[in-house]
């Protein structure tokens, strides 16, 4: 049972750490998936929905506070520093996660977790499954804590090794928060090609099953004996023969789709997602930059791309004398493409060579730079 205990102990150790890593690359997507939440509980607990529109409102201090958290009680259990209440705190986590991910499951409210941000995806009941399996971990560890007796640090030591994994746990979350994710997991990182991830990777492939006098015949082809009667059609390559991109819409203030002419040539892009959050500070530099790429001799055509109504974002550009013809796409689309509000998307024929959040506005050459 020792050894149980020891490779329990590492492994929830581990993914506890794992998990908050993941979520502190990308706190503003772990900020989006709370408020996918607290927007659901909004609606189905209306009694409390004054603290969910304030929870609501602090995701974003919320996502590094929680991730931070899974990061600094994983590193408390590996060294078992207080191990009895670190484990208490860890089950505290497991079953508020487990609550998440089963109400997720039960009732189709939000359909992927974000338990390991977008590394990893999973299917609600499979993140409620994985939380259960967490939880016999968590009960091997608590119940045989004998077999740990032994902490690897003590006293001073100790609190010097806490501190300086929580401070680089939340230091590695609020840098993300200012930029952009250190690792991009989203089908608009650098280096894809829009219009290529728009297309399947395989034509999709069916298994057909059809019956007839009580017999079962599974094929992926039709028979050529029509006394087989259709019953159903299951998708044998369901992930590749669906494009990782399928919700990439531009159009004009007209409604005319332009994705096409969005997606040829040298683009600047301004992605601004909302203009009631967006940082509106930051446009006498993007002006700047955008009046330097009109005069560029790469012939880079600058646009802004937004989620906003027309008549309000017609107003919001003119408060910040931003002189670029505009464009509109879905909100949950811009959130995916930059992390950013708002946030600049360099393309070369569709090709995303740079991303720059609205604290790194480039220079014009940096821009040029990339286009190469």
Request: proline share 4%; hydrophobic share 45%; aromatic share 14%.
């Amino acid at each position: 049972m020792r050894q149980v205990t020891r490779l329990c102990w590492g492994l929830l150790g581990i993914l506890f750490i794992f998990s908050g890593l993941i979520k502190l690359n990308d706190p503003v997507g772990t900020a989006y998936k709370l408020e996918e939440y607290f927007e659901v509980f909004s609606g189905d607990v209306p009694a409390l929905s004054w603290l969910f529109h304030y929870l609501h409102d602090a995701s974003r201090f919320l996502s590094i506070a929680l991730s931070s958290l899974e990061v600094i009680l994983g590193t408390a259990l590996l060294l078992r520093w207080y191990l009895r209440q670190t484990l208490y705190a860890l089950l505290a986590l497991l079953v508020f996660f487990a609550f998440l991910t089963f109400y997720s499951a039960a009732f189709n409210k939000v359909t992927d977790c974000g338990c390991f941000g977008d590394f990893i995806k999973l299917k609600p009941w499979t993140s409620f499954f994985k939380d259960l399996l967490l939880l016999v971990l968590w009960a091997v560890v608590f119940f045989n804590q004998k077999h740990l007796r032994h902490s690897f640090l003590r006293g001073m030591p100790a609190l010097m090794a806490m501190t300086f994994a929580s401070a680089l746990a939340i230091g590695i979350g609020v840098r993300a928060l200012g930029h952009l994710p250190y690792f991009d997991f989203l089908p608009y990182k650098v280096g894809n090609n829009i219009p290529q991830l728009m297309k399947p990777a395989e034509a999709p492939r069916y298994r057909y099953t059809f019956e007839r006098g009580g017999k079962t015949l599974e094929t992926e082809q039709f028979p050529t004996d029509s006394t087989w009667k259709y019953k159903s059609m299951t998708v044998l390559n369901p992930q590749t023969s669906t494009p990782a991109i399928t919700d990439f819409v531009i159009s004009d203030p007209d409604g005319n789709d332009v994705t096409k002419q969005v997606l040829t040539g040298n683009k600047l892009i301004l992605i601004v997602q909302n203009t009631n959050k967006t940082d509106r500070e930051r446009f006498e530099q993007f002006n700047k930059l955008f009046a330097a790429a009109a005069q560029s001799r790469k012939h880079i055509d600058v646009l802004t791309i937004t989620s906003t109504a027309a008549g309000k974002f017609d107003s919001f550009r003119h408060d910040v004398n931003l002189a670029t013809p505009f464009y509109f796409a879905d909100a949950t689309v811009l959130k995916s493409v930059i992390r950013a509000n708002p946030g600049l998307l360099v393309l070369h024929n569709g090709t995303i060579v740079a991303k720059y959040h609205y604290h790194d506005i480039p220079a014009l050459y940096q821009v040029e730079k990339a286009l190469q």
